[in-house]
């Protein structure tokens, strides 16, 4: 519904506007003063004042073009392409003479997806506007998006026959025709630019390249010879005779000059790496042999670098023929000389560490991406865990709470959840508990059923005697997850000991003690001693004394194990 305010103020405007106008008054020109008036609020973005503007132009005016041109911008604006079509093609309709009149059309019918629908009114056009070289070049576009390869053709001609033979046009004949897989007529054009331009190598190269593909070989070598004899440097030249070794199988000249081409110092950056991209593409795609062009990665790697380009495409080419590390991590950690930020290279030299649990190299890998507070929290995590392996608990404390500042909503979930797993198991180490258990309970928060997690937030409690009833429940929530892990079981056996259920600790150690049958090692040393204390409070004391002795044997040679033993007695921690 029209808002009476808004149009009521702008025509009073705009019949001011036309009192002081000289000239004719008519009906017509208050539509353009109204259509001017109504762009200009557009421009302003008041959309409503230009829509009820321009809308009583057309009211005035119904034949305006401004007006209905207008119009359809402004319903292609509010996304209602079938009505800026309608108006649009008024506006066409009523001005059939003026190209400018048909444009905006063409236009809108490409920006609605109408393809058909406007190659039908360009070819219309070029009939009618024969001079106008621009509908030609539209249509050529349009066709060559549509795959119409013969109609890009013809368009094509057309042009040359209005502006004359151009090599710009002669080439995109030549690429049309190549795609069309006419081959007779590609190489027709391409013969035509060698003999009008014989002086421009581009095209005798290109016309060799013509004679190659169709195993005129010795027409092409006597091209190539021709131009080698003017500029043995060429690099188009150089590609093609590569291409033309490949094709005659001689393939220790394409060995040669495959090594010639990507040493060739008067190459520049871009073209070197396109160059060696494509060898590298066509040698994986094709199964060639690998070892020659590994060897000229690496050679071209001892030439000067601007950029990580080339290294890192011969570590991506290492990796993917899956070359043992001891040559990947070369091209690597020249790659972070270039750049010690580069993701890649650290990522990749990080997981080879990790491979073969090197805990020093892990630590030399990850400590300059913390120093360089890089983003990925992978480096925090894992040099968090070398220090937590080499006692540097401290250390660990740090990193991990360092990484954290780089955790978001994109960071794996299971990463998230370790860090504060083991972010706990640090400050356990540094025995600042009331921190382990914070960093316990945020992993919980994410990972309620961590059952590691759980197993050593509930003995942590028991060995300070305290909140025992969530000890329990934690410890029972570790079984659910794990039932036969002896050391879930052992955690569980113990918290009963806690809280005094002597016979029901004993039924769950003894549990633990059959699931490890003689699977025993040094790290089972606190179970055996358990196992004891539990027997001497049920008051089998025998029992009571043979496993703290083999406590003892696993190298739990404390003095308080030791009083045990002698006394026969159970002493508290």
Known sequence: MCDLNILKRYILACVALCVMTTGVRGQN????LFVLEGHRQMLLGNHTDA?????HALQLNP???????????????????????????????YAPDDYWSQQPLVELYVGTGQTDKAIALLERLAQKF??????????????????????????????????GKSEQLSMEKFRTYMQMSDSEHAFAEIKALADEYPNDLRYRVLLGDMYANQQRYDEALDIYRSVEAEAPDNISLMASMLNYYSLTNQDSLYQRQLEAISTNPKLDADTRFRFLNTMVYEHLQGGKKHDHLLQILEQVLQLPQTDNRIAELCARYMITIEQPPQRVKPVLTQMLRFDPSNLMARS????????VDDTLEVVRVCQPAVDLDLDDPVFYYYLGIAYLQTDSAQKAVDTFRHGFRH???????????????LLGDSYHQLNDMPHAYEAYDSCLMYRPDDALVLNNYAYYLSLEHRQLDKAEEMSRRSLEKEGDNPTYIDTYAWIMFQQKRYEEARRHIERALQLMGDNIDPSDANIMEHAGDIYAKCKLMDKAVEYWQRSQSLGNDTQLINKKIKKRKYYAY
């Open 29 to 32: 020109d208050k539509s353009d």
């Open 51 to 55: 829509y009820y503007l321009t809308w």
């Open 63 to 93: 034949r305006s073009v401004a007006a209905l041109q207008q119009l359809a911008e402004f319903m292609h604006y509010m996304r209602s392409d079938s009505l800026a079509t309608h108006y649009m093609e008024l506006a066409a309709q």
């Open 130 to 163: 024969t001079t106008n070289n621009d509908v030609l070049m539209m249509l050529e576009t349009l066709y060559k998006q549509k795959g119409d390869f013969a109609n890009v053709v013809r368009m094509l001609d057309m042009l040359e026959m209005r502006e």
């Open 348 to 355: 990749q030299l990080l997981q080879y560490a990790i491979d």
């Open 407 to 421: 955790v978001d909503s994109e960071t794996n979930l299971q990463l998230v959840t370790n860090m504060y797993a």
